[in-house]
């Protein structure tokens, strides 16, 4: 486990853990650090040991030992592995990540952590944003490199990379905290087991599934015809280059994802979305955050 420690969450008098959360974070473990950034992820961390739990399965979640690449956290329950990135900004539609080819790498093996997006107030070292990414609704398309470092960096030629938001479907952005305020843990957890179907597809088909869903979310309203969802046919097949028959392959993932149970067939060229999905607001941003 991590050298240090993060204290104990607050239990209910059965001893399960506390459905209350505190957005308030434990600025006193900075105190010995005098780097903004290490201080900054000390405190975050701190907090997500303290008060952080699965949204897979609601319970707790523990910090991994020193070290540990690219994890974070690992649920007690359910095994599931987190990455938690924080930032002062708002979260937006880009995000850095590690190396570009690892984090490929794990992707296409179906082995990289879950996402844990924070944005956090440092006047105030409140949580605002808590966002949810499934490692399973992370694709190879969403993975964009950035440029390799000058030559004469440290790591010269060394190539990171951005992870696009918006390759991933808004169902698949789950809500824990939302501008200061903490969603009921019960509809986290619903939200995260709607989308879980998704991971019983195999990756390469499974990037189908979430473009197509991505891209019918993106339309802005719950119902649309299948006429409507062949409008992201030149977006597909810019995303999918091998492939050109795009409007049958639209097809056949609206009926996967009517399979899984996330739209609905009404009746021949008319398709529904469930009530509880999250439909985009006009707020895209492609700015790239920063911590």
């Known amino acids: 486990l991590r050298s240090r420690r993060f204290g104990t969450r607050a239990c209910t008098e059965g001893g399960s853990i506390s459905t209350e959360m505190n ?30 739990y699965c949204p897979a399965c609601l319970s707790r979640l523990s910090p991994t030992a020193v070290n540990s ?8 329950d359910c095994g599931i592995t987190f990455q938690l990135k924080s930032m002062k900004s708002k979260i937006g539609m880009r995000v850095p990540d590690g ?14 952590p879950a996402l844990l997006l924070m ?7 409140m949580v605002r944003d808590l966002i949810a990414i499934p490692s399973f609704a ?4 969403a993975i964009i490199p950035r440029k390799p470092l000058a030559p004469h960096a440290r790591r010269a030629g060394w190539v990171g990379c951005n992870i696009d938001l918006g390759k991933i479907p808004p169902d698949a952005r789950v809500r824990i905290v939302e501008e200061g305020k903490a969603h009921p843990r019960q509809s986290v957890a619903d939200k995260y087991a709607r989308l879980k179907p998704l991971q019983s597809i ?4 499974r990037g189908w599934a979430l473009a197509v869903l991505n891209g019918i979310q993106n339309l802005g309203r ?5 006429r409507e969802a062949y409008q992201m046919e030149s977006m597909m097949a810019q995303t999918f280059p091998g492939n050109s028959n795009v409007r049958p392959k639209i097809r056949q993932q609206l009926q996967v994802l009517r399979d899984l149970g996330l739209v609905e ?18 707020s895209n941003n492609n700015k790239t955050n920063e911590s």
């Open 23 to 52: 957005l308030v974070m434990p600025s006193q473990f900075g105190s010995s650090y005098s780097g903004p950034t290490q201080k900054a992820r000390v405190i975050t961390e701190g907090w997500m040991a303290q008060e952080g």
């Open 69 to 76: 690449r690219a994890i974070d956290f690992g649920c007690d």
């Open 99 to 112: 190396a570009y080819e690892t984090m490929l790498s794990a992707v296409r093996g179906d082995s990289s």
């Open 119 to 125: 944005r956090y107030d440092l006047s105030a070292w």
């Open 138 to 141: 992370l694709t190879e398309q």
């Open 202 to 205: 195999g990756v390469k088909q």
């Open 222 to 226: 719950l119902e649309f015809t299948t």
């Open 265 to 282: 067939h009404l009746e021949r060229g008319q398709w529904r979305l469930p009530v509880e999905s999250s439909l985009p607001t006009n």
